[in-house]
């Protein structure tokens, strides 16, 4: 299971906000994680819709935190990415076994253990 790429350059982009009592701008975050300006910018704008960053442009501005109990699996949700493991498990498929299917109900099982543990780590914990 790979986390999407997204999510992962969210958690570092966040662990250096965290880190940093001033606001950050996108190009110091850029040279520290590695990631492009661009692409920070796409994740910042879609944190800050989400309330979990706020951002001020101008000589003075920069990123800051702004939820700070913010989970993994709320970031999961913000970029509408969920870890299904099988396609049963999405609602919109149904094989002739969906309803007796000992296996759907495993991975049913591991998914909901998997979302309780992503919903359990904040970005405290990051």
């Not at 001033?22 to 910018?41: C, D, F, H, Q, W």
Request: proline letters at 3%; aromatic letters at 8%.
């Amino acid at each position: 299971m790979l986390l999407p790429t997204s999510v992962r350059y969210s958690i570092r982009m966040l662990i250096e906000l965290r880190e940093n009592e001033e606001p950050m701008t996108l190009a110091e975050i850029s040279k520290r994680i590695n990631v492009s300006e661009g692409y920070l910018k796409h994740l910042a704008t879609t944190l800050g819709k989400a309330g979990i960053i706020s951002c001020k442009k101008g000589p003075s501005g920069g990123c800051k935190i702004a939820k700070r109990d913010t989970t993994l699996l709320d970031l999961m949700r913000v970029f509408n990415k969920d870890l299904t493991l099988a396609p049963c498990l999405d609602g919109d498929y149904k094989c002739t076994l969906y309803d007796k299917c000992e296996a759907r109900y495993m991975w049913k099982k591991v998914h909901d253990y998997i979302d309780s543990i992503f919903e359990s780590i904040t970005l405290e914990q990051f």
